[in-house]
């Protein structure tokens, strides 16, 4: 059984999955920037250059600068309750975090709307504060929320359950503060698992576009994001501005991969992601 | 109320919430993750899970048995359990690739099963609508072999093969990694043909991993929006996805109508994941016996 042997029937499974994944997967990518350049470069860059392109793009930074920090932030509460505590309902926990991801983008933007749009729960309360929700960024920023909510918790609890707890003890029973153990033990221990998880919730909450298209309204120069702003242009038959507004998202996609693949390579054993591999 | 109760649930009751430890700060990070998580998700699916029946119980049937609220669910989970079975076969012969076969490049290879999860699917979305358009690369000759890919539900379908190929890759290929590989070498030398080695000893060992992967595929396929909806042709009752009827009936402010197409994909989507869930057990079962 010699892995270096290439057989005629290796030869061909391997052939066989490389064109699958060819087609399935770079084609598409491939695609994106053949179309963002079919008209040249100066009509990529004027495309890129247009002010909505560059609203799009400081909302998208905007609503992934505070959600991926708060998601983090209950990411490591989360994690640090599940995985260094026992107590009943804990894997109720563990599932109701890990929920979102099976619930479709367009309803994790429909509650929101259910909630506080013009006929939601609280929208008349909303409208007498006069605090908008829906069409605004507000609600941009609520619905990535909910996409990016099990991101950075779904990598560190299997990562501090391996880990345990003994560390963390042995400081605090040498005298150690409860924030000095977490800063200068806990923290160092998964430091690069957090970063894992960031990097993947960032990447979510650039990309998304179901959850946030339901609750954005769509409107230019204020509550479209990146992903929005690709179909609006799409729609409206700009097909080099949607595509190569496009290749910025593809970019980011290609860079969190890269990032991705090098923590794996580098740190694969800080990682709970690749432990499970 | 709690009087009533059996012996063994007060027996249970008896018993501490939580076991001691040295460690601190429980109370905090229980409460910050409890706070976080009702706000962010639970009160909001709470409206999810109630305002449907300001309907009425007659109300919400109605909607949901409407021909075209049908036709659309059963394009949306009919489309993702056909590319979940697909993702199945496909990613079966990925992950094998990848770790049980060392050729050049393989790393890079790897790291790009993991695309479909970083693309935004709208980006995604126009891609696959330019490659399968009637004039696109791989479109047009399907076209002229009579095949139209693009505005069909043919195309939806191509759209969440994309979507839901990591899922099973990256639940098979550590499995698959861990495998005692002198079980295979057991079974040739008792004189199991390939073909029976891998139908008989490899694909039993890799079934439970398998339908977690295709659960996975099938879940996040039926409530696909973003990579779906350029290549659909959105057609009513043709190729209409659940998801975007929700955003129509939105636009029509139908709140409980929409909410109650939410519910019913909310429910659709449990039951399929339970059914593969069942199988799952059986098959655990079936292996132990």
């Known amino acids: 059984m010699n892995a270096r042997r290439l057989s005629a029937g290796r030869l061909a499974l391997i052939a066989s999955a490389l064109i699958a994944l060819s087609l399935i997967v770079v084609l598409p990518l491939a695609m994106v920037f053949h179309e963002a350049l079919r008209q040249g470069a100066g009509a990529y860059v004027a495309a890129l250059a247009e002010p909505d392109a560059w609203a799009a793009m400081r909302l998208t930074l905007l609503v992934a600068a505070i959600s991926v920090p708060l998601n983090a932030v209950f990411g490591l509460a989360a994690a640090w309750t599940i995985a260094k505590f026992e107590f009943r309902g804990r894997s109720l926990l563990v599932t109701l975090i890990d929920l979102p991801f099976s619930i479709s983008p367009v309803v994790s933007g429909l509650v929101w709307v259910l909630l506080f749009g013009v006929n939601g729960w609280l929208g008349p309360l909303m409208q007498e504060l006069g605090i908008r929700v829906i069409f605004n960024i507000t609600g941009v920023i609520l619905a990535t929320l909910l996409v990016t909510l099990p991101f950075v918790a779904r990598e560190l609890i299997p990562l501090m359950e391996q880990q345990g707890g003994d560390e963390e003890t042995a400081a605090i029973t040498l005298g150690a503060g409860p924030w000095t153990t977490f800063f200068r033990v806990t923290l160092p221990n998964v430091k690069w698992g957090l970063l894992y998880g960031v990097l993947l919730c960032n990447a979510r909450a650039m990309g998304e576009f179901g959850a946030v298209s339901v609750v954005s309204g769509h409107i230019r120069g ?51 992601a690749v432990r499970r591999h | 109320m709690s009087r009533a109760l059996s012996p063994a649930v007060a027996a249970m009751s008896r018993k501490p919430w939580r076991k001691g430890s040295v460690l601190p ?265």
């Open chain 2, 25 to 289: 700060g429980f109370p905090l990070a229980l409460g910050l993750t409890l706070t976080w998580l009702s706000l962010i998700f639970l009160i909001p699916l709470s409206a999810l899970l109630l305002r449907p029946w300001e309907l009425g119980l007659s109300g919400f049937w109605t909607v949901v048995t409407d021909p075209r609220v049908l036709a659309a669910l059963r394009i949306s989970f009919g489309a993702a359990a056909l590319a979940a079975a697909i993702n199945a076969g496909l990613g079966l012969l990925i992950a094998w690739v990848l770790s049980r076969y060392d050729f050049p490049g393989r790393r890079w290879v790897d790291a790009l099963v993991d695309l479909p999860f970083a693309l935004p699917t709208a980006v995604a979305g126009i891609a696959l609508t330019a490659i399968y358009a009637p004039n696109g690369p791989l479109g047009a000759p399907l076209a002229e072999m009579g095949l139209r890919v693009a505005y069909t539900p043919l195309g939806i379908v191509l759209a969440l093969i994309f979507v839901g190929l990591p899922f099973v890759v990256r639940t098979v290929q550590p499995v698959l990694e861990d495998l005692d590989r002198e079980v295979e070498e057991a079974a040739r030398t008792l004189g199991a043909t390939p073909r029976q080695t891998a139908w008989r000893v490899v694909l039993p060992a890799l079934a439970p991993a398998l339908l977690t992967g295709v659960g996975l595929a099938f879940a996040r396929a039926a409530g696909e929006y973003g990579s779906v909806i350029f290549i659909a042709g959105n057609m009513p009752l043709r190729s209409e996805i659940a998801p975007l009827l929700i955003v129509i009936k939105l636009e029509q402010f139908d709140y409980a109508g929409a909410a109650a197409v939410g519910l019913a994909m909310l429910a659709l989507s449990f039951t399929g994941l339970l059914l593969l869930n069942t199988l799952q057990g059986a098959l655990a079962r079936r292996g132990r016996a």
């Open chain 1, 222 to 272: 204020l509550t479209n994001t990146l992903p929005l702003h690709v179909e609006i242009l799409y729609n409206e038959y700009d097909f080099v501005g949607a595509f190569a507004v496009a290749t910025v998202l593809a970019g980011l996609a290609l860079v969190t991969l890269g990032l991705k693949s090098a923590l794996e390579w580098r740190h694969a054993g800080e990682l709970a």
